[in-house]
């Protein structure tokens, strides 16, 4: 079964990558990684304010990230959690690079179009073959406009284009008020690729104790529904690859995902919750379905369920919401 891929200049026998985790910190579980069949593998994210940390002495605007990714789980609001500096990332990719022959995908978070994105070099250097930019950002302040977030935003993805040779994947949460619209522009700025979506920790109450507790949740097949619509949606306007992140457990998820219109797919919850060996058995069972249905290659069966190709493209549109309630039976 040819299931080969093209995703962020890289040739890939398939499109199941590990998306940003703790995973890869650990030699021994990039090693199983490798051996579980993985096309590539994404770093944790080396957030703004570590760099800044570094480069500076200190942290500022520390609720700049508030609610941010769950890809580090325990980095704020204390600096000391914070689980590596920078010289320590770029080691780590040398490392990875060192032990194995699968490709490395970096990974970085930020919020401001400053020094920090000069960092891009470093990451260059030290041998990772593409760059993941996470471009969340919770807009708590009032006086901020979206189009001023968004141009900030913009500007970020133009200033790392400009420094580095590297292709460069986008990575965005759903939260947009023209998302269609952002990810045209995404891509007239420079991105290489886009991912739908990130996921962030929701902090929960303690009403006992009057505190506020980060939590994390990890995703269910369910989640993968907003990143369906929207992959339908965008496949079949914007030129640049799709990847999508959140809600990938099973082969059928996977199945669902590329008939949406991704090219590639990112697993995370399910290798954390049943080690990276789910990433081979999934792709296993997405072949031998690929065969039982007589698909030649993925990119015969890729965005065969887009907006213009689905038989029903309304239902990705508002007119499915009115015959959803109107359907719906207790």
Sequence with gaps: MNMKTKYLGLE???PFIAGASPLPSDLDMVKRLEDAGAAAITMSSL???QITREQTGMIYDMELTAGSSAEAVSYFPQ???LRFGPDNYLEEIRLIKAATKVPVIASLNGVTASGWLDYAKGIEQAGADALELNLYYLATNPLETADTIEKRMLEIVRIVKGNVKLPVAVKLSPFFTSLAHFA??????????IVLFNRFYQPDLDIENLEVEPTLQLSKSSELLLRLRWLALLSSQVEVPLAVS???HTAADA????MAGATAIQMVSALLQYGPERLKKVRED???WMVEKEYESLSQMRGSMSLLKCPNPQAFERANYMRVLAGYKG
């Design 12 to 14: 890939l026998e398939h």
């Design 47 to 49: 957030f703004e304010e």
């Design 79 to 81: 600096t000391s959690e």
């Design 184 to 193: 045209k522009v995404l891509e007239g700025a420079g991105a290489d690729a």
């Design 246 to 248: 959140g809600g990938v």
């Design 255 to 258: 199945i669902k995902a590329t």
């Design 286 to 288: 997405m072949a031998k």
